[in-house]
């Protein structure tokens, strides 16, 4: 069975902190994927990134970035310099890879990120 | 391209009503899916598609039916609606053929089971 674990359920910071979300996945499988998603208090979902098993190159986007640690099964989100508009809840996802596992994603709780100006 | 629509956005029903959310995407995708968002759990997956007449239950199922009938429609019944189903329902797709594999999302159907 896979899990995914946001142990994080609120973080509050002021403006311009750097801040991180934590996610813990457990798999038994070999290749998967690993997502984040941005919820904003409208409501949609909107996807931030994908990394697949095999990179685990970290990466950077704007104020963005991701650390993919496979020996720790950890894929954290650290924004930069935090903004109001990143207040939001923040979703990790897992899907196995291949077969019918398109679009059947395994998600954490969910954090919860107030950013205070 | 208006990629997946959900509707309605809001319901409120009463215990024991019956309703359908409906679900459509206009991207020739193969995978749909539908999930429940409640408080301090994250999503889960309720039922999924593969296909056009292929169906199948996620984590979550009991209390729902689906079905496809085409590519572009999957919608999500509740026969009798409980207050425990009272919950933002998301439905998703993927997958298209020859293409990538980004999964995209409606916009969420907020339902209240009074």
């Known amino acids: 069975a896979q899990k995914v674990t946001q142990a994080q359920t609120e973080i509050s910071v002021v403006e311009k902190e750097d801040v991180t979300l934590d996610c813990v996945y457990e798999?038994?499988?070999?290749?998967?994927?690993l997502f984040w998603y941005k919820q904003p208090p409208s409501g949609e979902l909107v996807f931030l990134i994908r990394?697949?098993?095999?990179?685990?190159q970290n990466e950077i986007s704007g104020r963005y970035s991701w650390n993919f640690q496979k020996s720790t099964s950890s894929f954290n989100f650290t924004i930069t310099a935090s903004q109001v508009v990143d207040s939001a809840v923040y979703f990790c996802?897992?899907?196995?890879?291949?077969?019918?596992?398109?679009?059947?994603?395994?998600f954490g709780q969910g954090t919860i990120l107030t950013v205070h100006p | 391209n208006a990629g997946v629509t959900q509707t309605p956005k809001f319901q409120v029903l009463k215990t024991g009503q019956s309703m359908t959310l409906q679900c459509a995407q206009d991207?020739?995708?193969?995978?749909m899916s539908w999930y429940r968002q409640d408080p301090g759990m994250g999503l889960r997956l309720i039922h999924y598609?593969?296909?056009?007449?292929?169906?199948d239950q996620g984590e979550v199922p009991n209390g729902y039916n689906v079905s496809r009938s085409t590519t572009e429609d999957f919608p999500l019944r509740l026969l009798s609606a409980a207050p425990s189903q009272t919950s933002v329902y998301f439905c998703?797709?993927?997958?298209?053929?020859?293409?990538?594999?980004?999964?995209?999302f409606g916009e969420g159907s907020w339902l209240t089971v009074v």
């Open positions: 998703a797709s993927s997958y298209q053929p020859g293409g990538g594999n980004t999964i995209y």
């Open positions: 798999t038994r499988d070999t290749t998967y994927y």
């Open positions: 990394r697949n098993s095999f990179d685990e």
């Open positions: 996802a897992l899907r196995r890879a291949g077969g019918t596992s398109y679009g059947k994603l395994t």
């Open positions: 991207m020739n995708h193969e995978y």
């Open positions: 598609s593969v296909g056009a007449g292929i169906t």
